[in-house]
């Protein structure tokens, strides 16, 4: 997806939930809100390397304090941005306003810090209609991404 010029206004999350910008995250209900949308667990150690090597994250934390959607940023600070971990509770009421306050929030953050940056993403299909609202658009030259998950090599038994 491609992003464009236009953005709607500001949604509104419903009342008492709140989207913020520290602290972050604990890297346990991390974990469990990123399982719970379908990612694979991580471990502690590699949730804190990752928001550490991040340059910001926005959160959004339900009227119980629970957090209930996630996104997060890395860039080369000059030409391209990349948003990880979209993501919003599959249980949660409002996630179609979760996923819509943390596409506008992060949008809004990264035309004022980094305008005219290149961004890229990997989004649940829940997220589609959020971002196409914002202005992406599925590239039109078919561009796909494409990941790779790297193994530990097998250590021989010798």
């Not at 990612?39 to 804190?48: H, M």
């Amino acid at each position: 997806m491609i992003p464009f010029r236009s953005s709607p206004s500001q949604p509104r999350l419903p009342e008492g939930y709140r989207l913020e910008t520290s602290p972050a995250p604990r890297p346990h209900e991390l974990d469990a809100l990123l399982v719970s949308c379908g990612d694979r667990s991580r471990t502690p150690e590699l949730i804190e390397r990752v928001l550490a090597r991040s340059i910001w994250h926005l959160l959004v934390r339900n009227p119980e304090g629970q957090l209930v959607g996630f996104v997060r940023a890395t860039s080369d600070l000059a030409l391209n941005a990349n948003l990880w971990d979209l993501s919003a509770a599959p249980s949660e009421p409002a996630r179609a306003s979760v996923l819509e306050a943390l596409v506008h929030g992060a949008l809004q953050r990264l035309r004022r810090e980094m305008a005219g940056c290149s961004i890229s993403l990997s989004a649940p299909p829940e997220a589609l209609e959020a971002l196409r609202r914002h202005g992406f658009i599925v590239d039109p030259g078919g561009i796909r991404a494409m990941g790779l998950t790297l193994a530990r090599p097998v250590e021989s038994v010798d």
